[in-house]
């Protein structure tokens, strides 16, 4: 017979989301779990690449309540400092997370919310879905993709540059991960960076204090905004790239062949391997049997609440759930609100 337990609240997601998420509810002294499909603590940040740097100093990359310790030999820390302040973060405020459990169904039912698992069931009031992205890589449909003979790979698989020491690697997309990955390959492959657009780098003297500022600032309703500033953040492997002329965009490519790409004017680049850094796309599944979506295909929300349904909220996806909110320092004031809003509703 399976298992079945009960909560007030259940947060299904343990990476920086629902561990905000886990620190407003102990605040707030309501009864709730934490579901976590990773066998280990650190969300996301124990997965990336080995060079990946935050794009702020640990001062603007704490979670609620913990600032983030300094990292030693330089001010930006890296993906392994970020998951380790993260497993700490989780011991220090005693939170109940509970590994490896993956959430396969949310369904409504007698006992209010119910959370199918691998590992049995779960009865909840209210649910807060903190699953990130992580586990929902997108690769474009670029025609001939299959047809590619050489690895193919996304940012989610990607680790360290030794991987492709003396090959040739066209690196897709040209976003802050395109732009480092490409940086990071620079120095020991052949690389080409294709890119939609041309790249807009942000001022060298914008990195993640200034971003977190605007954002407030979006929240306290001024309307400012980065769009017009540009895309990618010039953290110093970036920077040292770009001005050694290391870091240069071509244009995006028409279709891939066996070989390679190849441009619409007819020009090919033979390469050993493609690194999709293509981004992601909202980890919801579990939420399918409660057909909450809208017809363009996103939940609709009022700031993290479902107006759908009252009792769900989605955290940690972005602007689309409260800005900043994918960030580790902007998703604890989501938290908080989402938190507060639980709160009247189950008292």
């Given at each position: 017979m399976s298992t079945v337990r009960h909560a007030r609240v259940?947060?299904?997601?343990?990476?920086?989301?629902?561990?905000?998420?886990?620190?407003?509810?102990?605040?707030?002294?309501?009864?709730?779990?934490?579901?976590?499909?990773?066998?280990?603590?650190?969300?996301a940040w124990q997965h990336y690449w080995d060079t990946l740097r935050l794009f702020s100093p640990a001062a603007y990359?704490?979670?609620?309540?913990?600032?983030m310790p300094h990292q030693a030999g330089g001010e930006y820390p890296d993906a392994a400092h970020v998951a380790?302040?993260?497993?700490?973060?989780?011991?220090?405020?005693d939170l109940p997370v509970q590994r490896s459990v993956r959430v396969e169904r949310i369904e409504r039912g007698p006992h209010g919310l119910t959370a199918r698992t691998d590992a049995g069931t779960w009865h909840a009031d209210a649910l807060v879905m903190a699953t990130?992205?992580?586990e929902r890589p997108f690769i474009p449909a670029i025609p001939g993709t299959a047809s590619f003979t050489g690895r193919q790979l996304h940012t989610h698989g990607y680790r360290t540059a030794a991987d492709f020491t003396?090959?040739?690697?066209?690196v897709v997309g040209g976003g802050n991960s395109g732009a480092q990955i490409a940086a990071d390959l620079a120095p020991t492959a052949t690389v080409r960076w294709a890119t939609p657009r041309?790249?807009?780098?942000?001022?060298?003297?914008?990195?993640?204090?200034?971003?977190?500022?605007?954002?407030?600032?979006?929240?306290?309703?001024?309307?400012?905004?980065?769009?017009?500033?540009?895309?990618i953040v010039a953290v110093d492997p970036v920077r040292r790239a770009r001005d050694t002329g290391l870091l240069h965009a071509h244009p995006m490519f028409e279709r891939l062949t066996p070989a390679g790409p190849r441009w619409s004017d007819g020009s090919t680049w033979e390469c050993d391997a493609v690194v999709w850094?293509?981004?992601?796309?909202?980890?919801?599944?579990p939420l399918a049997p409660l057909a909450l979506r809208a017809p363009g295909g996103r939940i609709p929300t009022d700031g993290t609440r479902s107006l759908q349904d009252g009792r769900i909220h989605l955290l940690g996806y972005g602007d689309w759930t409260g800005p900043a909110s994918a960030t580790l320092i902007g998703v604890g004031r989501t938290a908080r609100t989402?938190?507060?809003?639980?709160?009247?509703?189950?008292?």
């Open positions: 259940l947060v299904v997601g343990g990476g920086q989301a629902g561990l905000a998420a886990g620190y407003h509810l102990r605040r707030a002294e309501l009864d709730f779990a934490i579901l976590d499909a990773s066998p280990g603590p650190g969300g990359a704490s979670l609620p309540g913990r600032p380790a302040y993260l497993a700490d973060y989780e011991k220090r405020y990130g992205t992580w003396g090959r040739r690697v066209l041309p790249p807009r780098f942000l001022p060298d003297d914008i990195d993640g204090r200034a971003l977190f500022d605007l954002a407030t600032r979006r929240v306290q309703g001024d309307g400012t905004g980065i769009s017009t500033l540009g895309d850094c293509t981004g992601f796309r909202p980890d919801l599944a989402a938190v507060a809003e639980i709160s009247g509703l189950l008292r």
